[in-house]
């Protein structure tokens, strides 16, 4: 049976660096004696096809802010942070246009697609680090999109933040959705991404909880240094630390509150990872193994969206602790330094 080559036209929903990942699989596949190859090749084709009908219904809509007018009704930057600034996260979701769930669709189809060729590349080359390599990257790439969307949300959601920068927000936010990432988007995502990375090859030693060895294990993988240095600041807010000890640790303050109260209750100053797991059921980060074993991306992904929703749940509760987490803090502060300067 004859496999059709791998090609890509100029609309396609992969980016450069997808592509190229994709020509390293393909032709590792291609070339391998494995007997369900060209079955593996017919399923990625036609996952290849499903994608490219996503983001071919995506271009029907118009771009958010293409249509701007409908009878009386004007629509623009200002509504649309009016709207979002609103919403909850019980209705957000009613308020978004139909480009922005159709991106979002297609942000997971992609996803979903690479957490495909991850397995198959286990199938078929399952020494291959490299090749393994290269596709837990563009998983994570998408893992890492998709977060950027939910970090922009959620400060353009929150009205004790300035309407400058919610407004800078809600623009990069329809820059996503559009397909045409604003200039801020790809200025931060790639410090994001270096943040992620680092964090997620980060094993943590629970110690006094003060997480100076994870700041310096962070630096040597690799976490851009700006995140450190923001953290570092001597106007650092009580919060934004508390979200930064979170980020390190790897649990909720609350959690790390019980921990201290455990050493102060056992005159202790630190606790041994086994300790803390035994006190929190949980803490423990999954090994190698484990995060083989379960969706590939999930790990990170919920790494993030635990400290959100706690965040999130302070913020309506007027609860102590930080009302975000600290990549949002980190955010917060990269669009403050980099506000619009054109007009609404």
Known sequence: MSTPPLRFGPDTAFTQ???DAMAVFWEKLCSSEHAESERYQTMCLQHIDRIHSIRNSLELYPRVFAEKKLGHRNRGLGTLVELLANATDADFEMFLPTRAMLWRSL???RLNFWR?????SEEFAATDSDLLETVDARVHACVYLKLMDELLTSLAMDTKISRPVRATAVKSLTS??????SQNVKEFFPLLRAVWDA???LRVAVGTMLGVSEIMRLLQAGCAPQFVDYFSRHNMSVDEGLAFQEFLIGVTTEKIHDLEVLMADRGQTSLTTEEANQALGRFAEPCDDEQNNAAIGVHTYQF???????AAARRLRNLPGPKHTAEEYMLYYFLQEHLDDAHE
């Open 107 to 109: 942000t997971m189809a």
């Open 304 to 310: 993030h969206r635990e400290r959100h929703l706690e």
């Open 116 to 120: 495909l060729l991850r397995y198959l």
């Open 176 to 181: 996503l959705w559009d397909g045409n990432p």
């Open 199 to 201: 964090r997620r090859n």
């Open 17 to 19: 660096k997808e592509q």
